[in-house]
T-cell receptor, first 112, second 115 residues
Framework: DAKTTQPTSMDCAEGRAANLPCNHS???????VYWYRQIHSQGPQYIIH???NNETNEMASLIITEDRKSSTLILPHATLRDTAVYYC?????????????FGTGTRLTIIP | GAVVSQHPSWVICKSGTSVKIECRSL??????MFWYRQFPKQSLMLMAT?????????EQGVEKDKFLINHASLTLSTLTVTSAHPEDSSFYIC???????????FGSGTRLTVV
């Protein structure tokens, strides 16, 4: 898996959009960008993933740069329950025995 | 959506005893499951890849005789921590791949405390 770089921590005011950046400058053409989050003492939760195009679902939006070397996860209206560690991971879509490798992630704190 | 059920949620055991953790895929079949360990304030570290009907693949530095993995069916993988010691106290998490539209789903984790 290609390596990702994320800021260690970020704060965001409740109700505002939280923008979490991720650098993946060595990403390969067949590698997807995945985002997971982990709330304290729970298993990671899938948020969103994408290859080239921007993606949106009920949880978040994913903006991938044209050169695919970086991406941004956007939580449009952050709530206190969004406080968690957010992990950006790149990997191929060859599901089965391909493992997910977690980096250190970004600890997002939503401020009331 | 795809759900992975992990039990127990927490367990306390005495040094020298063994503890079994179960990971079940509830509404899908998982030929491959993954076991992670997470120490406080650290990221998830992959321990092993569990393959249904065959031997698990362990990451470098993980003792296969200490962390026994069995994946006897398409919906169940177990991790047994044998002869547990206090340094084995950690948060253990299992995961399974679903499909390319869903990604990987994770269990809720098991907090093991060895006293």
């Amino acid at each position: 898996d290609a390596k990702t770089t994320q800021p260690t921590s970020m704060d965001c005011a409740e109700g505002r959009a939280a923008n979490l950046p991720c650098n993946h400058s060595t990403i390969s053409g067949n590698e997807y960008v995945y985002w997971y989050r982990q709330i304290h003492s729970q298993g990671p939760q899938y948020i969103i993933h994408g290859l080239k195009n921007n993606e949106t679902n009920e949880m978040a939006s994913l903006i991938i740069t044209e050169d695919r070397k970086s991406s941004t996860l956007i939580l449009p209206h952050a709530t206190l329950r969004d406080t968690a560690v957010y992990y950006c991971i790149v990997r191929t879509a060859n599901f089965g025995n391909e493992k997910l490798t977690f980096g250190t992630g970004t600890r997002l704190t939503i401020i009331p | 959506g795809a759900v992975v059920s992990q039990h127990p949620s927490w367990v306390i055991c005495k040094s020298g005893t063994s503890v079994k953790i179960e990971c079940r895929s509830l509404d899908f079949q998982a030929t491959t499951m993954f076991w992670y360990r997470q120490f406080p304030k650290q990221s998830l570290m992959l321990m092993a890849t569990s393959n249904e009907g065959s031997k698990a693949t362990y990451e470098q530095g993980v003792e296969k005789d200490k962390f026994l993995i069995n994946h006897a069916s398409l919906t169940l993988s177990t991790l047994t921590v044998t002869s547990a010691h206090p340094e084995d106290s950690s948060f253990y998490i299992c995961s399974a791949s679903v499909d390319k539209n869903y990604g990987y789903t994770f269990g809720s984790g098991t907090r093991l405390t060895v006293v």
